[in-house]
């Protein structure tokens, strides 16, 4: 079924080089290997008339001093400080004015961030969802929008992970979860 791409937005998530370049803090080649996907992807969704999110995963140095339990710099290291270049999106994306880019402090893009009233404010209901890595920020986040009514739609060669084994379970929990995955040569949006 086709999107409408007055309705629809790809969310991009996390497309850092923390995570997609290789001096990034925590590189991945899958990652890296997702960005010609994810751009072609926007690109098909920018010409049809569909909205663009980019979301950063950003970390005040000071986030987790204080914190009972969560606590992602424990568990990952230090990554994608604050202020920091593996904080910034890859220079291989084409982010232009009009794309929101949204700034989070967890693997969820809505806890806490403007994506929900971003999307409110712009009858966005239909979400196509890329980037890295997927069994993290890309399943949370696709998990938090179905919660929120919106229909999450994980794009499954559009992701970044670390073992292909992460892809799959994303993917198929995913499919799962929520009952919609799909390829980028499967999305096709309406016509104006």
Known sequence: MPY???ETAVIVVD???GFCHPDGNLYAEPSEAAIGPVTALVERAREAGATVVYTRDVHPPEQFDETYYYDEFDRWGEHVVEGSWDAELVAGLDVREG????EKHTYDAFYRTDLE???D??????LLICGTLANVCVLHTAGSAGLRDYRPVVVEDALGYITEDHREYAVEHANWLFGETTTRESVAFLEA
């Open 99 to 102: 794309d929101h880019v949204v």
């Open 121 to 126: 404010a712009h009858g966005i209901s239909d």
């Open 4 to 6: 409408d791409p007055s």
């Open 117 to 119: 009233g971003y999307l």
């Open 15 to 17: 497309m850092q080089n």
